[in-house]
């Protein structure tokens, strides 16, 4: 009788366990969900309205010609944006690589937001990431089987800025009709090249962008994003995103891959290749 009631009070502490467990391995999901729906809640009480050449008569030539290329001008003005993209990552010599799926949304309203929910395999154990911009802070979020925290920055300007800089990248390369934007700024630097600063309250950065002459922007590169192997240690590197493949997705011609590299004093180091698997517009959901 005793064998049995200790049996069942194993069996019952084991449950409770897993249970206990399982919901903490998906505590960084219930974040990143938690803050989409208020994202998208936020976003929906927007008017919808269609960008017309008016709205980007004040914009640089070689930005309207860009908004142009893309078919920006008479389509709904993006509010907000969900994409889902295959990541081929290089984590470095003693981490290997690894092929991530990131699913992402943004928030181009009076309180941008970026959240990347991130899900890859290292060294045999599945990792989930959280990559976010929310209320000027940003936050990098790495936990192996979503349970050991082995990165968690946040809470500095380095961050801060890092994260914004990914906001800018995305409204200049996925949401092109979001460069109306009053918070953004221009700096002429040739035919080709302009610098485009983005000042979100007291996060200021800044990235130039570089077209062809058929008008696609072909490479976005911020001297504003800090390099930081594990969260502990921060250090200044340019960085920059060259892309290509243009193509029709979801009414706009927009590039489908891109890839992520640091340019470091003794060499340049490419760490991701990333194709776009889907973008949609104005979420609901």
Same mark, same amino acid.
């Given at each position: 009788m005793k064998t049995s009631y200790i049996l069942m009070i194993l069996s019952g502490l084991t449950f409770i366990s897993v249970v206990i467990l399982v919901r903490v391995s998906q505590n960084i999901n219930r974040?990143?969900? *938690?803050? %989409?729906? $208020? #994202?998208?809640h936020r976003t929906a009480?927007? &008017? $919808?309205q269609i960008l017309t050449e008016d709205d980007i008569k004040s914009l640089p030539d070689i930005v309207k010609k860009y908004l142009l290329y893309v078919g920006a001008v008479g389509k709904e003005k993006v509010k907000s944006l969900r994409t889902v993209t295959e990541i081929y990552m290089e984590l470095g010599a003693d981490r290997g690589n690894a092929k991530m799926t990131a699913?992402? =949304?943004n928030f181009f309203d009076d309180n941008p937001a970026r959240l990347v929910l991130m899900k890859f395999t290292m060294k045999g154990l599945p990792v989930t990431g959280l990559d976010s911009y929310i209320n000027g802070k940003g936050r990098m979020l790495m936990k192996p089987? /979503?349970?050991?925290? %082995?990165?968690?920055?946040t809470g500095t300007v380095m961050d801060n800025s890092s994260a914004a800089v990914m906001l800018l990248l995305n409204m200049c390369i996925a949401a092109p009709s979001t460069l109306i934007d009053d918070r953004i700024t221009w700096t002429d630097i040739s035919s080709s090249s302009i610098k485009v600063t983005f000042q979100d309250n007291e996060c200021i950065v800044s990235g130039v962008l570089d077209f062809n002459e058929e008008g696609e922007l072909i490479n976005f590169s911020t &001297?504003?994003?800090? =390099? *930081?192997? @594990? /969260? #502990? @240690? =921060?250090k200044k590197v340019r960085w920059s995103t060259p892309v290509k493949d243009y193509s029709i997705i979801n009414g706009l011609k927009l590039s489908t891959y891109g890839e992520a590299t640091w340019h470091f004093p003794e060499g340049d180091f490419c760490y991701g290749k990333l194709k776009l698997e889907q973008i949609d517009y104005n979420c609901i959901q």
């Open positions: 974040i990143f969900r *938690s803050e %989409v729906l $208020k #994202g998208l009480k927007l &008017e $919808k699913v992402e =949304y089987l /979503g349970l050991l925290t %082995v990165v968690d920055a &001297e504003d994003k800090y =390099y *930081s192997p @594990s /969260g #502990g @240690s =921060y």
